[in-house]
């Protein structure tokens, strides 16, 4: 059985790329972050299925600090 991925994409302060990849490489397994265009900030979230709930509250906890812009 091939889980399936949930992909949300964001506009954020290109920046802050790196701290949300770092954040988000230390939760390992919960989501795979992925610049799909640094210049303006334009980010892909690959979320494991069993880890949306999670992946979302980090996010909800990163917006404390930095804008996240659903696309």
């Known amino acids: ?4 991925m949930l992909h949300k994409e964001y506009r954020v302060d290109k920046t802050r ?3 949300i990849k ?3 490489e230390a939760y390992e397994g919960i ?3 992925t610049t799909l ?3 303006t900030g334009h980010v892909r979230f690959a979320i494991a299925p069993d880890q949306v709930e999670e992946a979302f509250q980090i996010i909800a906890d990163l917006k404390k600090d930095v804008e ?4």
């Open 68 to 71: 996240f812009h659903a696309l």
């Open 31 to 33: 989501a795979v972050v």
């Open 22 to 24: 770092f954040i988000f």
């Open 37 to 39: 265009d640094a210049r």
């Open 1 to 4: 059985m091939t889980l399936q």
């Open 17 to 19: 790329i790196g701290f």
